[in-house]
């Protein structure tokens, strides 16, 4: 008897967590506007590449699209498109680890004209190189996506914007895509001079004259720039074996503990006083508070191009829980889900 009720309560426990996963994955979402280019737009369709995925003449964006996230990257999907005024011209690029079929339909549902593409992120390779960080939702594979764009996309694809899925935009993304990159850099991003830098490492890390030395080579002075927005020369990425590099500090990091902060460290390792400066109007981060409490934060001073909830707390959250920031405000405008007594206009 005893082990029959074993049996069933395993059946139910199993039954109740996939169920539980079809629903956060499968959120039922509202059907976007669709966005039309102004008249002084290329046309993309009509270019020499048949496939618009590697056209030279749309913007591209890669964002991943997480279980936990979906309802953030829904609305920065849709404050991409409002801002921009060449939206047909947007091709996006999807890395997941969750089902591919379930997002597809999660996507058409709501943005049924958009441009994009799925691509499926296997998370073994990067699961055993993980070392575990002051938040565990730092600590998911698919947070390490970023470290291998290059290798994910298209070889056609050679310049990319990556953003993450916490954030919307308020001006026109080409813009940020027109970023010109110097000659020796990799990266364009919002680097902050001001931070101090020395806490993204551990005493270990300075303490060892051979890693200490790591930044001493640099061109620029090596500074903390937040990797949820970046504009990534693809090309140029593969030509220098980046992921390489960066799996290596990883590597490193898993025998002795030289940083404690998740995918953003070994970003610094490589690129940090090698990047090229992006203005501040394109990240304005920081706005999900600390990584322990979540607190309400304000803007940095100066014009707002990209509000970014970077930090425990997130504007969905929040306002679910009757605890929204006065920022929250601003990006609730797009979100897209539907909710069980919401009167459709």
């Given at each position: 008897m005893r082990f029959t009720i074993l049996i069933l309560l395993c059946i139910f426990l199993l039954f109740s967590t996939q169920t539980l996963c079809t629903t956060t994955l499968e959120q039922d979402f509202k059907e976007a506007p669709k966005y039309y280019n102004s008249q002084t737009c290329k046309n993309i369709e009509s270019s020499h590449h048949s496939n618009h995925t590697c056209s030279n003449s749309a913007v591209h964006v890669a964002m991943t699209l997480d279980v936990s996230y979906i309802r953030g990257s829904m609305a920065a999907i849709l404050s991409i498109l409002q801002h921009t005024s060449c939206p047909e011209n947007i091709v996006f690029h999807f890395i997941?680890?969750?089902?591919?079929?379930?997002?597809?339909?999660?996507?058409?549902?709501?943005?049924?004209?958009?441009?994009?593409?799925?691509?499926?992120?296997?998370?073994?390779?990067v699961a055993g190189l993980i070392s575990t960080s002051i938040r565990s939702a730092l600590d998911t594979p698919l947070n390490y996506a970023r470290t291998y764009l290059a290798d994910l996309l298209p070889l056609c694809i050679?310049?990319?914007?990556?953003?993450?899925?916490?954030?919307?935009?308020?001006?026109?993304?080409?813009?940020?895509?027109?970023?010109?990159?110097?000659?020796?850099?990799?990266?364009?991003?919002?680097?902050?001079?001001?931070?101090?830098?020395?806490?993204?490492f551990t005493p270990?890390?300075?303490?060892?004259?051979?890693?200490?030395?790591?930044?001493?080579?640099?061109?620029?002075?090596?500074?903390?720039?937040?990797?949820?927005?970046?504009?990534?020369?693809?090309?140029?990425?593969?030509?220098?074996?980046?992921?390489?590099?960066?799996?290596e500090w990883m590597e490193l990091q898993k025998r002795m503990r030289i940083y404690e902060l998740g995918s953003l460290p070994p970003f610094l390792l490589v690129f940090a006083g090698r990047i090229t400066p992006v203005d501040?109007?394109?990240?304005?981060?920081?706005?999900?508070?600390?990584?322990?409490?979540?607190?309400?934060?304000?803007?940095?001073?100066?014009?707002?191009?990209?509000?970014?909830?970077?930090?425990?707390?997130?504007?969905w959250a929040r306002l679910d829980g009757n605890r929204a920031c006065p920022l929250d405000a601003l990006w609730a405008p797009y979100d897209l889900l539907k909710t069980r007594f919401a009167l459709e206009v």
């Open positions: 997941t680890s969750a089902s591919v079929s379930i997002l597809n339909r999660t996507i058409n549902n709501s943005f049924p004209y958009l441009k994009y593409q799925i691509y499926p992120f296997n998370d073994g390779p050679t310049k990319i914007v990556y953003l993450d899925s916490d954030l919307i935009l308020v001006d026109d993304i080409a813009i940020l895509f027109a970023t010109p990159l110097r000659s020796t850099t990799i990266l364009a991003a919002p680097e902050y001079c001001n931070a101090n830098f020395s806490n993204y270990s890390f300075w303490s060892n004259p051979s890693l200490s030395l790591t930044f001493a080579n640099r061109e620029r002075k090596a500074c903390y720039f937040n990797t949820g927005v970046m504009v990534i020369d693809l090309q140029r990425w593969r030509k220098g074996e980046y992921t390489t590099m960066i799996r501040h109007r394109w990240n304005q981060h920081g706005l999900g508070g600390d990584n322990f409490r979540g607190l309400c934060r304000d803007l940095h001073p100066g014009p707002v191009s990209l509000l970014h909830w970077s930090g425990k707390g997130k504007p």
